[in-house]
């Protein structure tokens, strides 16, 4: 049944006369003359929305549609629904942050989905130097990207996308920048990201290693030789502790260097007792590595674990790996047994105060709470900051940050204006990954605005998803979304929006890691890879907020008969506007939010 | 072939041969004989029919307008409370067209309970649309039933058989009982022209708004009229057939009378006697009987009674607050003639009190000598 | 992908026995009972309406929106309606049509108890609905012996609501013996469906119980008349059960139950009950409850709440 077959059923009768009547009173035809839909006030609209997780990911990544695919047995579709919002699934689905697992929906009812781990077996499945389908021709303008990280990564990736001749300038002789040397090999392999560059060389991307930009080449020779700029570098200095007997000494380092030493292949000697001062992801990163070259570790952190930074499953494994925290205490001062070594740090505690800008109660010296903590190596992990040679005036001048305009141009008077653009930590201080992606996206676009003359930030607001930061590229790009349903890009389905009475309980599904002993003995991985059974499985606890799954609860509970399946093998149904009353019924028992109450229009 | 038989198993027969396949009924003196002999017969599979055995006489009435709705020929029997209680579900049925055969016996109405002949029941059910017919033998009701289903077919309107209580229902005659073939003949199988069918789903009976509604009872008010001229027809067929005479009214002796009586039921009978007697006496006096009273067969009222001087209704009815419904209805009928006879009307035998042939001969003698109607019925055998 | 419902596409496509135009109010629980009542009857059924909602909802005169065959019949006649239509298919053979008595609970519960009664002692063999909206909403919301205590309607207004407790049908039709007694509600879509499709199975007198929302009579939002009938049995205020040959079955279990005073302050005609009237009902629902655990599995310890 359809809507036009209805209609053509509809026939009125009119006795004019007695004569006319039937000889007894009996019906003689249906009501579908009678179009109820002239009682409504509001209609129902399918419109896809953003689910909770979307609207949390800095980049804009369409989670629920790759998720549908893996659930459909469609792995490489979900790849390539992967990438059209980031550059590595590969890479993310092992060191993303998890935003969206944090505010999935699914938290409310037993557990959030373990998007990541899906993401990783997905970004698996799939060789990274397949041809990319979506490849434009070159469009006639070039663009430099200054340093090799995810920022650096994603700009150029997109912006090949888009047809940009693209080269990424990597001053080190290894590509990733903090994928490669920030983040431990048990985290994240080697291999693996070696592989996505093999990627992007196939996409025809120039990637020159062991380029300073800066040393080995200007700043000016790169806005001659090319249309646009983006400037990665990321932030790769360290904060010092500023504390007395704090001096160049191969015992002190910052967490990054050591980090980037054990990822470059140099030999490190730490000791027995390490310290690791600091609360963040760098901190834990090097504290375990610490443990894995064999040392003790203490890490010391001014605030309680409860405001560390540090994703609380890192913290955890930490803790397993036999790392000791110390809370509310700071050092004071170092005391060395001679030029070359450290003796003892000389530590305070703490106490918290009043809230400072980050929203953190401020930690207060506690007078008279000092105490030793003996260590042969030090390390300081305590922010990052920026360390870009070419631009280091104008970083002093800043307080450690390139300032961007809405168009992401760098507000500078010496560089080329508008052909300059900039992204990721240096833009936004020290962050995680995914918003380096983001940036490095929202950069692309930025900068294709440009090329076509067209103002960006009108774009990119028209492109941003939900209320958070992320971006839709499929949206720039006109992609058709993976359910044929208008999409709004704006709303966001949070979990008072779940019917969760149409959902079942399900144990979140996940591999245990190696136990703590096993895997502080090498920088191995410790974490399997869903099997194609897991993924399946927890790909089925999606609840696939504000996305219509063709779950039929409209079918099946509208009462006026006016929810049709679209039939003919589409996607999805159609709502017979002739006879819906707008009861609602349908909008208040979609499971996922996904159909909307309009105002009807009044004819005047 | 003739058997002697109370009315009640007239009944029985009656619907036997009419080849009823469901009958609903819920018992009531003195209509209950017909229900136990029914439930033999279905029994013993010599009339095969589903018995409803209902919870009440509303629900026997409704019971048989979902049968017959879905297309099968059915009938119930019942009397005076049960009757009323009805009586919403009468106007239901004559209201949905459907052509269900009753058999009423005559029993007065209570309060105090009263189980003997009082013809107060069926008249206080004549603006049903139902059409009614009076029985005066046991061979009249077996064969009113049979007869009342051909014209309840034809015309689609519900038929009321009614006789009365003890007198007919409990009382012995002869009855010439015809063979099931022989009435095969003449009473064809129930073809509805609409019937409950999932092949040709329909509503039935649904809301009606004021401008169709109208037009329904109109056509329904007509096709009421139209079975004065069907019923003779059918009484013509039933003649041929089985060589008993019928007719929406009958006349003993009215050609030249002054005087005519007008009775319906078992009183007809007694006044056969009454006017035989007068005859004899040399008065002219004559009788009609009443067969059919919904319809109101005026034409024949007017013809049968119009020349006379004299008209005298006797009611074994009373509706309280105006009198005797017959005679109502005869006045009401005879209004319109030119030369209208003065319309006596006289009450007697309520609640089975006996009407005797010299009862009947007190009320011409009564209405001989007196000067005119008068306003008020005459309530005979009063005890004043 | 999944459905939420175990209810195959095909058979909410395949054919429309109830056609839209119908005259029923914005979310009309009624309506929506009626549309997945048919999907487990089919197209071989025949119904009986009594006065109520659907002698309205069906249309008016020359025209009906459904496309099985309809009876109308006065108020308290439709078990006998349906006895006497089933022994006229009997009589033409037609045993696989199934005869259904469609009535509101004050056809059922009130005016038409007489009849059903008759019927189910018979046991006749008819498919008795009860779509219960818990008041004579047609005629405008006034009490019924199914009205919930507590409820306002047009004739238990405030200062004088409803005390008495809703009749228990279930247990009256049970004690005439009736092969099959079953609650259900359009909350639970694929419950309420199989149990049609059981019924029209069975001979002999099959009772379902449908509780039914309707939205102007309940004071609710249309938009809810659906989660408000869940919450009914989320709360145990209407269990959904069946009683087959006197084997009882509870088929929904909530996994977390719902304090009754939610489901109570979802609606508007419970907006005058007082603390003491809640309590009184919130005992009443949980004893309720309790006794109908027991029934359903006699070998267990009395169930208890925690």
Redesign the interface.
Known sequence: MNIDERRKRARLYDFKTWRDFPPMNVSMGNMLHNRTGSWRFIRPVYEDKIPACQNSCPAGNDIEAWIKLVQRGEHEKAYWHLKREEPFPAILGRVCFRFCEGSCNRVQLDEGISIRELERFVGDLVPSSTPHPELHPFNGKSLCVVGSGPAGMSAAYFARILGFQVTVFERLPEFGGMLRVGIPAYRLRRDIVEQEFEGLRSMGIDLKPNTAVGKDISLGECLERFDYLFLAPGVHGSRKLGIPGEEENPNMMSGLNLLRAIALGEKVHLGEQVIVVGGGDTAIDAARSAVRLGSHVTVLYRRTEAEMPAHPDEIAEAREEGINFRFLAAPDRIETRGKNSVQKLVCCEMELGRPDESGRRRPVRKEGAAFDLEAETIVTAIGETAAFEPMARTLEETGGALEVDEELCVKSRQEGRGRVFAGGDIVDGPHTVVHAVAAGKRAAVAIDCHRKGVESSEVLKKISVGDGVGLSFSAYMGWQPLNPVPGNLKTVVRSEHIVYDYFQKAPRIRNSPLPAVQRKASFDPYVETFSEEQALGEAGRCMHCGRCTECDNCLVLCPDVSVLVKGQGEFGYVFDYNYCKGCSICFTECPRHAITMADEEIAV | MKQVIKGNIAVSHGVRLSRVKVISAYPITPQTSIVEDLSEMCATGRLDAQFIKVESEHSAMAAVVGSETAGVRSFTATSSQGLLLMHEMLHWAAGSRLPIVLTNVNRSVGPGWNIWADQTDSVSQRDTGWIQIYCESNQEVLDSVIMGYRLAEEVSLPVMVTYDAFFLSHTSEVVDIPEIEEVDAFLPAFEPRYRLDVNDPRMFGGMIGPDYFYEERFVMHKDSMEAVNVYPRICEAFEQAFGRQYDVCETYRTEDADLILVTAGTITSVSRIAVDDARKAGKKVGLMKIRMFRPVPLDRWRESLGNALRVVVVDRNISAGLGGVFASEVKSALFSLEKRPSVYSVIAGLGGRDVTPQDMSGIIEHVLAADGPGERPVFWGLKE | ?????D?P?EK??NE?L???????C????A??SM??ALKGLG????I?IPASCW??I?????????????????F??AA?????????????GEAD?TVMAWAGDGGTYDIGL??L??AA??N?DILYVCYDNEAYMNTGIQRSSATPPGAWTSTTPAGALKEEPKKDMEMIMLAHGVPYVASAS?AY?DDLVRKFEKARNIKGTRFIHLLSSC?PGWRI???????VT?MAT?SCVFPIYEIEKGKYTVNVLP?ERLPVEDYLQAQGRFREMGKEMIRAVREQVDQRWLELLARADPGKNQASFD
């Open positions: 992908m999944q459905k939420t419902f209810i596409r909410m496509t429309e109830l056609q839209p135009g119908m005259l029923s914005q979310g009309c629980g309506a929506l549309k997945l197209e071989r059924t025949m009986v002698g309205i069906i249309g008016t005169y020359p025209y009906s929106t459904l496309q099985v065959p309809v009876i109308h019949v006065p308290e006649t006998v309606v349906a006895s006497g239509i089933r022994a006229a298919l009997d009589v033409r049509i007489q009849s009664s008759g002692e018979r006749d359009v879509p939205p939002d249309s938009a809810v008349s659906v989660k869940r989320q996994e």
